[in-house]
């Protein structure tokens, strides 16, 4: 039945008493027909050095039951040269053992967003995401949350002045796990990831999605076989990740998890840098995994930096400082020669 007229009356009363105390205007007044459940908070739009712009906390997918999962993008100043599809996209994947981190922060570096800003400074379109951890979700999820981001990433391309064909990765530590296993396991079935809601909720489109494939990969002392990272008896990030208590990590789960499980000759090129005194991951994961990737025909480049722990760290600041730059550097030149090389 509906509401009799003097009922009306009194409820457009109340609407303009509840407006005028909350002293909401315009749009603010407007009510959808349906709850409206997209962030509709303006997108952070912030300038950096050398014409950079970054737009932060951009919503790349929706998982039901979990909380948005954000990524920012970093522009270069100047718009691709004519006849230049776009630019060379790189995403980083940031670590934390898989259970902390955030898309803003790497090893020893004082200001992460100023160096993935420098790389946009060069011409590259910089993406640095978030995905779920290990308290959240096991894996796979970060690793659907991973390859996700890249499709988003491709599916919005000339939003963001990106060539789709030259996409890059990179990250350090559980990072690197997982730059190592997207950059494998292209048209790996068993790890294919599902497709979720776009950013504002709505359903996921109809037909192919975009690849998650990538043509270049850089880790920084990345773990690629789960194997001997797992001690019997106690638990470890890597139990976390995988969802299994000690000594019960069943041998498919570590495997489908392990880089090196996924290794064939359509491999992208890797470039793999580790401390040499690394007692978080020992420097041998880099190693093998090197042989593994030359042993099929991939290129795999292998920087051993002496007298550096986890995250580069040395005996004094100077060496730190001198074993960070060093990485940073060698990334920049080969990202340089195989994504802008074969433009």
Request: hydrophobic share 45%.
């Given at each position: 039945?509906?509401?009799?007229?003097?009922?009306?009356?009194?409820?457009?009363?109340?609407?303009?008493?509840s407006?005028?105390?909350?002293?909401?205007v315009?749009?603010?007044?407007?009510?959808?027909?349906?709850?409206?459940?997209?962030?509709r908070?303006?997108?952070?739009?912030?300038?950096?050095?050398?014409?950079?712009?970054?737009?932060?906390?951009?919503?790349?997918?929706?998982?039901?039951g979990?909380?948005?999962?954000?990524?920012?993008?970093?522009?270069?100043?100047?718009?691709?040269?004519?006849?230049?599809?776009?630019a060379?996209?790189?995403?980083?994947?940031?670590?934390?053992?898989?259970?902390?981190?955030?898309?803003?922060?790497?090893?020893?570096?004082?200001?992460?967003?100023?160096?993935?800003?420098?790389?946009?400074?060069?011409?590259?379109?910089?993406?640095?995401?978030?995905?779920?951890?290990?308290?959240?979700?096991?894996?796979?999820?970060?690793?659907?949350?991973?390859?996700?981001?890249?499709?988003?990433?491709?599916?919005?391309?000339?939003?963001?002045?990106?060539?789709?064909?030259?996409?890059?990765?990179?990250g350090?530590?559980?990072?690197?796990?997982?730059?190592?296993?997207?950059?494998?396991?292209?048209?790996?079935?068993?790890?294919?990831?599902?497709?979720?809601?776009?950013?504002n909720?709505?359903?996921?489109?109809?037909?192919?999605?975009?690849?998650?494939?990538?043509?270049?990969?850089?880790?920084?002392?990345?773990?690629?076989?789960?194997?001997?990272?797992?001690?019997?008896?106690?638990?470890?990030?890597?139990?976390?990740?995988?969802?299994?208590?000690?000594?019960?990590?069943?041998?498919?789960?570590?495997?489908?998890?392990?880089?090196?499980?996924?290794?064939?000759?359509?491999?992208?090129?890797?470039?793999?840098?580790?401390?040499?005194?690394?007692?978080?991951?020992p420097?041998a994961?880099?190693?093998?995994?090197?042989?593994?990737?030359?042993?099929?025909?991939?290129?795999?480049?292998?920087?051993?930096?002496?007298?550096?722990?986890?995250?580069?760290?040395g005996?004094?600041?100077?060496?730190?400082?001198?074993?960070n730059?060093?990485?940073?550097?060698?990334?920049?030149?080969?990202?340089?020669?195989?994504?802008?090389?074969?433009?």
């Open positions: 039945m509906p509401p009799k007229p003097r009922h009306r009356r009194r409820l457009a009363s109340l609407l303009l008493a407006i005028a105390a909350l002293g909401v315009g749009k603010a007044q407007e009510v959808a027909p349906r709850p409206v459940l997209d962030d908070l303006p997108m952070r739009e912030l300038k950096l050095a050398n014409g950079v712009k970054v737009i932060a906390d951009i919503n790349y997918a929706v998982v039901p979990f909380r948005p999962l954000t990524l920012d993008v970093y522009l270069p100043g100047s718009a691709p040269k004519a006849g230049v599809p776009g060379p996209l790189l995403v980083f994947i940031h670590g934390g053992g898989w259970s902390a981190g955030h898309s803003r922060q790497s090893a020893a570096f004082a200001d992460w967003p100023g160096v993935l800003a420098s790389f946009a400074a060069r011409g590259y379109v910089v993406a640095s995401l978030n995905y779920r951890l290990s308290g959240e979700a096991p894996a796979p999820a970060a690793i659907h949350d991973v390859k996700n981001a890249v499709r988003w990433l491709r599916a919005h391309a000339e939003r963001f002045a990106i060539d789709p064909q030259h996409v890059g990765v990179f350090g530590s559980a990072g690197g796990q997982l730059a190592a296993l997207l950059g494998t396991s292209c048209g790996v079935e068993s790890l294919a990831a599902p497709i979720y809601a776009d950013q909720g709505a359903p996921a489109p109809q037909g192919p999605p975009p690849s998650d494939c990538v043509q270049s990969v850089v880790v920084w002392y990345g773990i690629f076989d789960f194997a001997p990272m797992l001690p019997p008896t106690v638990k470890t990030g890597a139990h976390g990740y995988l969802g299994c208590e000690p000594g019960k990590c069943a041998a498919a789960q570590i495997a489908a998890q392990s880089a090196t499980t996924h290794v064939d000759h359509n491999d992208p090129p890797f470039l793999l840098i580790h401390g040499e005194r690394d007692k978080t991951v420097v994961q880099s190693i093998a995994f090197a042989a593994a990737l030359t042993k099929v025909g991939v290129r795999a480049d292998l920087e051993v930096i002496p007298d550096v722990d986890h995250s580069f760290i005996a004094d600041a100077a060496t730190t400082r001198a074993a730059l060093l990485a940073l550097r060698k990334t920049v030149d080969f990202f340089d020669q195989t994504l802008r090389g074969s433009r």
